[in-house]
């Protein structure tokens, strides 16, 4: 009934873009991010399809250059392009596709105006911030927002973040932009939702409403009335205090709304629901949406919450890492991971382990990081080495990986990772002493690893080989991978590289087990890897955290936990099937891996609502 019922409101729905702008106030980190994807879940579930920009208002062209402690993970897109790790959220939370365009920085609309500046395009015009920086933004906009992210179809809802909080300097000219935009498309097209922050201050108690008041008339003082008040708090605020800020700040009683810190992401889509927002947005951008029909669609995302709820058992996984302080550095990773341990029903335990301390030199200097970090390591349930740049920590990585293989503990090693484990394989089983990769040492006697041919030194930024490529599973191989994945010709998965395994030494790798189960459409590049006699012990040159989503968990990422659990064989001679509640019990289904179980006491890791990027992940810039 649903898809015929969608369609029919598909078809209903004229033809004009709705936008929703998301501005935040107070301070930052507070779940933007997840609030505005918020509002697409739910619009989403309606039937409506919706698309989504992320504004950075800082100068940089893209977030490829970004330092590991500036701004948390450097996010995939399928075209390659290199972006805020908030786009993630828009993509997993829409299981939509979006493009570089999708994320507008000050660098990339100032570069747009100079270069039209230098082709003479504004008849020699004096150029300035408004008209024609204002105007670039607003054009920008429309464009992108009319690019369809899923099936071709182009979207009705475009929901735009505008990143920092009101009053900062660098984003005027986007809120003078969208002062202007909300005339441009008209009114019934375009409304405001404000986050802010009700604080509730230890000494008192009680929730303060002051610096909500203060951001929303900043707001309104820039020319945008906000038609939403989400107001994020610790705990719920009540009705008296929503009708303050109600008064305060001009605006209805129902048009401020709460969300406080829920037990999981998934639960905000719900809570913003239960405030009734839909049928504001409903009314208030004249969607047409019937009433049931919201209710009956929710089901799928009110189960998933749920799900995060009631897991009865726990899986305890090591991200073997190089910054490993700073969490966001790691999100889509700790994300997938998370998606495929709620589809097997296993509370995800995720330590961090930081790679140089399993390194012999700090046994020396300080012993007792070294014996933490090893004991980690060895009470986890499985391993995973994320993708990483440069040398520190790279030696911890393949002791990791030496001692998952040599003691067949479940092993996920992407990117950095995979050929971390190549490399050890080579030292260690095919007798390459010193293999290692070109990265770290130009002239190495056994380059296990080397640079591709896109690698090319000269400009920073967009120089790897990047994006959504096609890998080629082997005719005729048993893989578990290949399984995994449903046993398809071939998978596409994003990627951000620029050395690859040396292919002179596969065949030796090959001879001595180690299987290459993947390769690219010419054959040339080594994909996918793994290893025969172990429970679970695979590599991928690609990231395949960027396509993992809360309701189709990645099959890389779905195999390690699995594994780590003791029950990948039983899912795989399922065809890959799998009832949750069946994967909630405790026991296991693979005698030969022993499954840790531990009691649960606490609440969710890992997934706090105010889980936005505050610092790190990519290291590539980092010296
Ligand atoms: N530094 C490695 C390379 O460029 C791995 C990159 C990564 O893990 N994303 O190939």
């Not at 010709?489 to 299987?515: C, F, T, W």
Request: with cysteine.
């Amino acid at each position: 009934m649903c898809s015929r019922f969608m369609s029919t409101i598909r078809h209903q729905l004229p033809h004009t873009m709705k936008y929703i702008l998301v501005t935040g106030g107070v301070i930052s980190g507070v779940g933007k991010g997840v609030i505005a994807s918020s509002f697409g879940t739910l619009l989403n579930c309606c039937g409506i399809d919706v698309t989504s920009i992320k504004i950075d208002p800082y100068i940089n062209i893209d977030a490829g250059t970004f330092s590991p402690y500036e701004h948390g993970e450097v996010y995939v897109l399928d075209d390659g392009g290199e972006v805020d790790l908030d786009l993630g959220n828009y993509e997993r939370f829409l299981d939509i596709s979006l493009c570089k365009d999708n994320n507008i920085t000050t660098g990339k609309i100032y570069k747009q105006v100079i270069e039209k500046e230098r082709r003479g395009d504004y008849l020699g015009k004096t150029v300035q911030v408004v008209p024609h920086i204002t105007d670039s933004i607003q054009e920008w906009v429309e464009r992108v927002a009319q690019r369809p992210v899923k099936d071709d179809k182009k979207p009705q809802v475009c929901v735009i973040e505008l990143g920092g909080t009101i009053g900062d300097i660098e984003g005027m000219p986007f809120v003078e932009a969208f002062r202007q935009f909300q005339f441009r498309v008209k009114r019934e097209n375009f409304c405001v939702a404000h986050v802010s922050l009700v604080p509730m201050p230890r000494s008192t108690g009680e929730p303060k409403t002051k610096p909500t008041q203060s951001s929303v008339r900043e707001l309104r003082g820039l020319g945008l009335s906000p038609d939403l008040i989400v107001c994020r708090s610790e705990r719920p605020i009540g009705q008296e205090v929503k009708d303050k800020i109600s008064n305060f700040c001009h605006v209805g009683p129902e048009q401020v709304i709460c969300i406080p810190d829920l037990s999981s992401i998934y639960h905000v889509p719900l809570e913003m629901e239960a405030n009734g927002v839909l049928s504001f947005l409903k009314d208030r951008l004249q969607l047409n949406i019937p009433d049931p029909f919201t209710k009956q669609t929710m089901q799928r995302w009110r189960e998933l919450a749920n799900r995060v709820d009631n897991t009865r058992g726990e899986v305890k996984i090591s991200l073997v890492g190089k910054y490993t302080k700073l969490e966001d550095s790691y999100a889509s990773v700790s994300k997938s991971l998370q998606h495929a341990a709620i589809a097997a029903g296993f509370k995800l335990n995720l330590k961090f382990i930081e790679a140089c301390h399993l390194e012999r030199n700090i046994k020396k200097d300080n012993q007792l990081l070294y014996y933490q970090a090893w004991q980690e390591l060895c009470n986890s349930d499985g391993v995973i080495v994320p993708g990483g740049f440069g040398s520190r920590g790279m030696e911890g990585k393949i002791r990791a990986c030496q001692w998952c293989r040599e003691n067949k503990k479940p092993f996920l090693g992407i990117c950095l990772g995979m050929q971390a484990a190549v490399i050890e394989f080579a030292r260690n089983i095919v007798g390459c002493e010193g293999a290692n990769t070109t990265e770290i040492e130009k002239d190495v006697k056994h380059p296990l690893v080397i640079d591709m041919p896109e690698h090319h030194t000269g400009t920073m930024g967009g120089t790897m080989r990047l994006g959504k490529r096609t890998t080629i599973f082997k005719e005729n191989c048993t893989s578990t991978i290949k399984k995994l994945y449903g046993s398809p010709k071939s998978v596409d998965e994003r990627h951000r590289h620029r050395y690859e395994i040396n292919p002179e030494y596969v065949q030796r790798l090959e001879e001595a087990g180690m299987k290459f189960v993947g390769t690219d459409e010419e054959n040339k590049r080594m994909e996918i890897v793994e290893l025969d006699n172990h429970p679970y012990y695979v590599g991928v040159q690609y990231h395949p955290e960027y396509l993992s989503r809360p309701l189709k968990p990645s099959p890389p990422f779905m195999g390690l936990i699995l594994a780590s659990v003791g029950k990948l064989k039983g899912y795989l001679n399922k065809g890959c099937r799998l009832s949750p509640r069946e994967m909630s019990d405790n026991s296991s289904d693979d005698d030969d891996i022993p499954v840790q179980t531990t009691n649960l006491t606490n609440g969710i890791n890992n997934i706090h609502l105010n889980g936005t990027a505050t610092s790190s992940s990519n290291d590539e810039y980092e010296k």
